[in-house]
């Protein structure tokens, strides 16, 4: 065999080895969430729910049902509720992601949090996130899923501007209810 066609063939093939490395899906991918993304008020559906964000406050004192607490708080109103089947069916993840870092939604307040959806009756209540107070002048995205393992699942991702959020110094978590 010729020299250069040696040449000719060992560089197609490091060039073909390179191809394969860039198309090949990293060992994360899969596994990785389904997003479905939208915006503050749209409704959007998931595999086997439906979520809506409909208002975000910023505070810095948490109110709910007698409960309060000083720090900064993020608070999410929600409506959600199954598609396919109550069985299971909770809110189950609720996420703030700012900047790479998760903030997991409060469990110390009563909130929609880990509430049970049901097949065409939405609940609709508050989600209270604890965040550092230089969070707050950032962007975020909200994140929400039926369950907290959300490998292959799909979540609702919604994006936010926290730096354009008015602060108040109380903000009152709306109570879990069935929407009208």
């Known amino acids: 065999m010729r020299p250069w066609l040696v040449w000719t063939i060992g560089l197609a093939l490091l060039v073909a080895a390179w191809a394969v490395i860039q198309i090949t899906p ?3 991918a899969a596994v990785t ?5 939208g915006a503050i008020g749209d409704s959007v559906s998931g595999r086997a729910f439906e979520a809506s964000v409909t208002d975000v406050r910023l505070g810095d004192r948490a109110e709910a049902d007698g409960w309060s ?3 900064t708080w993020v608070v999410v109103d929600v409506t959600a509720q199954a ?3 109550e069985q299971g069916s909770l809110l189950g993840h ?3 992601i700012v900047d790479g870092v998760r903030y997991r939604a409060s469990e110390r ?3 929609v949090f880990r509430t049970g959806l049901s097949v065409g009756l939405p609940r609709s209540g508050s989600i209270a996130f604890e965040v550092p107070a230089g969070v707050t002048e950032r962007s975020g995205v909200i994140e929400l899923g039926l369950t907290e393992e959300t490998r292959l699942d ?6 936010v501007d926290l730096a354009e959020l008015d602060r108040s110094p109380d903000v009152e978590l709306r109570r879990t209810e069935w929407a009208r």
């Not at 799909?154 to 994006?159: A, K, L, Q």
């Open 26 to 28: 990293s060992d994360d």
């Open 83 to 85: 598609l396919l089947d």
């Open 154 to 159: 799909s979540v609702v991702r919604v994006p």
């Open 94 to 96: 609720a996420d703030l």
């Open 69 to 71: 607490a000083e720090s």
């Open 109 to 111: 307040p009563t909130s």
């Open 33 to 37: 969430p389904f997003d479905v993304s």
